[in-house]
């Protein structure tokens, strides 16, 4: 196994809260935002992490900290930055301007994820955003001239207001922006949000499928390619980070709710502010046998279009994964919702919106 | 301490679900010190968590209390439970013949019930002393005048006034223990004659083997003497006898008239029956002591384990379980949908869903019952009867005569509010109306014979429902009778499920059988494909909905902290589809099998 392990770190303040969003969250305050940078570097520096592999700020919302507050931030992650590394950022537009841009440049940020999620007035205004087309395009343009030009635009379907008109109008303006990565989600109704308390409805299935279904024709055709259930990119710029979490290699998380995956061990930090402040910073820790080591290998890497690489996994696991599930393979197999060669096993293209489906009848 | 025969009171207490039979007992254990406040759990003799956490009591347990009596003398009494609900007679009727007298626990603010009174000619039919108490004298709402008037009135008991008490409380229950030295007569049997000891409950331990309940009617027994079990003639050597207080106390020997355990390293459960005789190779009796009122199950249903490797698991706990439930019947039959199973008869509805808990809690087996049915009798063209338990085994309709199906005759005790709302509940089950009886001025016992597949289904719910839990309902066997039945197959991508069939009455079967549909679509999950549901009559079909594909099921979002999220998720439905039977390639939940109760209540 690789050494190098990716890192997150979370940052938890949203200067307004999005109706949907069940993260880990706290409306700003720059008193607390401080206190808070202090006890990040604390958590960071525990780790004694040499080598990264990619850097990945979210949220929250990273880019609501105040320009002196993005300085310390990225200080404090100055020891992990070198040339060449995969360093994103997720910001939202309203609170972006020309100087935290040429800040984050200079500090070796080289990728951007945008929350956009929608175009329409309507929509936005349930969901509690507030920004627009041009906006978006001022911001992307400013990103070019520092030359970030690796951005990811976020979209979410199943919302109030929404129908197969305006998700259309929304892939069309998404796409007409130069984005080289697009994340879609379908709306999930969480307790403790807005939605939830409004007593939203999710959609039902038959409808996700046809929006989904829809958005991935429509990517297909613009040139971003699915390569996770809910992710697309342009030739070469899938997430690195990302694919940390789905190739299920291990990444630190540091910060407020933060989850890692560390020597074997998965964790979540607190959610409690004031305890993580004090620097008590674990909620739960998960131990993994073996047994547990394969099932989140299997649940992970089924949701890539490159699937399970049967090689690692013998490597990994010493077992052949196919012999110790032929029947079952054999049979998904037959019914058209898996394939495998030598090399891979993946979940049919069609089945990715029946993942879990599929994942049950070859595991349990 | 040593007791003669004339100091020794067996009895049980007798009463009507929540008329505080339980805390009875907990007051008596208390009283007489046999258990200390301290040590005081709630209902003592409940021990199994079902008993406690259902507040029901469902096998009977006995316990041995010493008592100084105010006449000066020290009394050995044994207390044998027994359970109040109507589907556990034979657990009373086995109870009783251990004992002399019974206290009788009427509830003043509810009076007599029809169930009381069944238990109380259970006990005088066994020459049982009944001694009446009123008891939650306490509560505001007591009636004690009209439930004592009901009490001498309606069963013809006399009413010593000193036995109006609160078991809660625990006012005046120590009239309770010297009614109970003044009342109930001391066992007949005598030390020099021959050894015979009933036998009226068992459980099996790991270590001991067979431990037997027993109450020494005649002779004695000791540690080391060889013991016979009359019925099949097997012989065992006593290895352990005690006394229950209610901690298990080993003893060298039993005396006449006392009640303990007997172990003797019985490792073959079959061998050990409920109302057999014991006795000795030292004097041997001749006759064995007459057995209880056996009990025939009324309703039968499939039991299979989710999963079919526990079928030899399920065989063995079943085993167990009818070592001190005589009442349970089972044997192995095959379901083409569900594998190997059995068909188990059970007294009634509580009966079979306690035998299920149990199972499942005890022995930690995942059950799929089917729907429980009653036993037809069914005629065919060559003069020939099958008594059919299984609706899937009926033979084709042009091979049959008639069909005959069990009719009860049900008593129901009602305030007179709730009689129209009962006699429309008893029409449409098919009920005939045969007598309506005042108890007095505001009390009413209707008599309907009904068919015992209408009651077995929701008829005792749908009364409660009717009867805002006023009604009170006994039944017993009448007769079997021809009635326009037919067989209702459920069909699954066009197979027929074997499990899902019912047999119906004619007139009902459509409407059922599209609720049915329609129900078995809301409970079967999606599958890949989309899968008919359709019901039909003699091969004709009636009913179809259909189950549509999955078209959704993932997660959309999976980053840092969703991934272990997703697994827990994940491993939860794991724990579901334990539950499920994979029928073909369709993933059936337990409760389809069971829908069929369900949909009664919507039509």
């Known amino acids: 196994m690789e050494l190098t392990r990716g890192l997150y770190i979370h940052i938890p303040f949203c200067t307004s809260f999005c109706a949907y969003c069940d993260y880990c969250k706290l409306l700003y305050n720059e008193e607390f935002a401080s206190q808070y940078l202090e006890a990040l570097q604390r958590e960071l520096d525990s780790y004694n992490i040499d080598k990264i592999a990619t850097l990945y700020l979210g949220g929250g919302t990273p880019s609501a900290l105040s320009y002196p507050q993005l300085k310390r931030l990225f200080d404090i992650v100055k020891p992990y930055v070198y040339e060449g590394l995969s360093f994103t950022m997720e910001c939202n537009v309203e609170n972006l301007d020309e100087a935290k841009i040429a800040l984050m440049a200079a500090s070796g940020v080289n990728r951007v994820s945008l929350g956009i999620q929608s175009f329409s007035k309507a929509i936005l205004n349930t969901i509690k955003r507030n920004h627009d087309l041009k906006k978006i395009q001022e911001v992307i343009s400013l990103l070019h001239k520092y030359d970030i030009k690796d951005i990811n635009g976020d979209l979410i379907y199943g919302l109030p207001y929404q129908d197969l008109k305006t998700l259309n109008q929304d892939l069309s303006m998404l796409t007409s922006l130069p984005l080289t990565h697009i994340s879609t989600y379908l709306l999930g109704i969480h307790p403790h949000t807005l939605l939830f308390n409004q007593n939203v409805k999710e959609i039902d299935d038959d409808l996700a499928r046809t929006y989904y279904d829809l958005i991935v024709n429509y990517l297909h055709e613009k040139g971003y390619e699915r390569y996770e259930v809910s992710n697309f990119a342009q030739k070469g710029y899938q997430s690195k980070h990302n694919l940390i979490y789905w190739r299920n290699e291990e990444y630190y998380g540091v910060g407020l709710g933060a989850s890692g995956y560390v020597d074997g061990k998965r964790y979540t930090n607190t959610r409690n502010f004031f305890k993580y402040c004090q620097d008590q910073y674990r909620l739960e820790e998960e131990i993994l046998n073996k047994e547990d080591q394969e099932f989140y290998e299997i649940m992970l890497a089924l949701r890539l279009e490159e699937g399970l690489d049967l090689n690692k996994f013998q490597d990994k696991y010493h077992e052949n994964f196919i012999d110790k599930y032929r029947e079952k393979i054999e049979l998904l197999q037959k019914e058209s919702l898996i394939e495998y060669s030598d090399i891979n096993l993946k979940v049919k293209k069609e089945n990715f919106f029946i993942l879990d489906y599929v994942l049950r009848r070859l595991l349990f | ?603």
């Open chain 2, 1 to 603: 301490m040593d007791y003669d025969l004339k100091h020794i009171r067996n009895f049980s207490i007798i009463a009507h679900i929540d008329h505080g039979k339980s805390t009875l007992a907990d007051r008596l254990l208390e009283l007489t010190g046999t258990v200390s406040k301290r040590e005081m759990k709630e209902q003592l003799l409940d021990s199994m968590d079902l008993e406690r956490e259902r507040g029901i009591t469902i096998k009977l347990n006995a316990v041995s209390l010493n008592y100084h009596s105010k006449n000066g003398e020290d009394y050995l009494f044994n207390l044998i439970d027994t359970p109040g609900h109507v589907d556990f007679t034979y657990e009373v009727s086995r109870s009783l013949a251990a004992c002399e007298g019974a206290l009788l626990v009427v509830d003043a603010t509810q009076g007599v019930e029809a169930q009381t009174l069944a238990n109380v000619y259970l006990a005088i039919e066994n020459d049982l002393e009944v001694i009446p108490l009123i008891n939650k004298v306490d509560l505001p709402s007591a009636d004690i005048e009209r439930t004592r008037r009901e009490i001498e009135d309606n069963i013809g008991l006399p009413f010593d006034e000193r036995l109006q008490i609160s078991a809660k409380t625990g006012y005046q229950v120590e009239n309770v223990l010297e009614a109970i030295v003044e009342y109930v007569p001391c066992p007949k049997g005598k030390e020099e004659n021959p050894l015979q000891a009933l036998i009226f409950d068992s459980f099996y331990d790991s270590y001991r083997g067979v431990v037997a309940q027993i109450v020494i009617k005649e002779g004695y027994l000791e540690v080391g003497d060889t013991i016979i079990f009359m019925s099949n003639g097997e012989e065992y050597l006593v290895t352990e006898l005690g006394i229950r207080t209610p901690k298990d106390v080993k003893v060298n020997r039993l005396d006449v008239g006392e009640v303990g355990y007997v172990a003797a390293q019985i490792k073959e459960i079959d061998k050990v029956r409920c109302g057999d005789t014991i006795t000795s190779t030292k004097k041997k009796a001749m006759q064995p002591l007459a057995g209880y009122r056996k009990m025939n199950p009324m309703v039968y249903c499939g039991l299979y384990p989710c999963d079919s490797n526990k079928y030899l698991d399920l065989k063995e706990a079943l085993m167990k379980l009818s070592l001190n439930d005589a009442s349970l019947h089972f044997e192995p039959e095959t379901s083409s949908a569900l594998g190997f199973g059995f068909r188990c008869g059970f007294l009634g509805l509580l009966h079979m869903d306690v035998v299920e808990e149990r199972l499942e809690r005890e022995y930690g087996i995942d059950l799929i019952l089917t729907a429980p049915s009653v036993i037809y009798h069914v005629y065919l063209n060559d003069g020939t009867m099958i008594e059919l338990d299984n609706p899937s085994k009926l033979p084709d309709m042009t091979l049959i005569k008639e069909i005959q199906e069990p009719f009860v005759e049900a008593k129901i005790m009602t305030p007179k509010d709730y009689i129209g709302p009962i006699m429309k509940l008893s029409q449409e089950k098919r009920g005939i109306y045969i007598d309506m009886e005042y108890l007095d001025p505001t009390r009413v016992v209707l008599t309907y014979q009904l068919p015992l597949s209408e009651i077995v289904y929701n008829f005792f719910d749908k009364l409660k429902s009717y009867t805002k839990g006023y009604a009170s309902f006994d039944y017993q066997l009448s007769d079997y009778r021809a009635s326009r039945l037919c067989k209702l197959d459920i069909m699954l991508n066009g197979n027929v499920i074997d499990a899902l069939s019912s047999i119906v009455f004619r007139d009902f079967a459509y409407s059922r059988g599209r609720l049915l549909v329609e129900k078995l679509k809301n409970i079967i999950p999606r599958q890949q494909f989309e899968v008919p549901v359709q019901a039909a009559i003699s091969n004709k079909i009636i009913a179809r909905s259909d189950i549509k594909a999955v078209r959704k099921d993932v997660l959309a979002k999976c980053y840092g902290g969703d991934i272990s999220r997703k697994k827990k998720l994940l491993e939860k439905q794991k724990e579901g589809k334990k539950r499920m039977k994979a029928i073909g390639t369709v993933e059936v939940p337990q409760e389809a099998f069971m829908a069929i109760l369900s949909v009664q209540d919507e039509d």
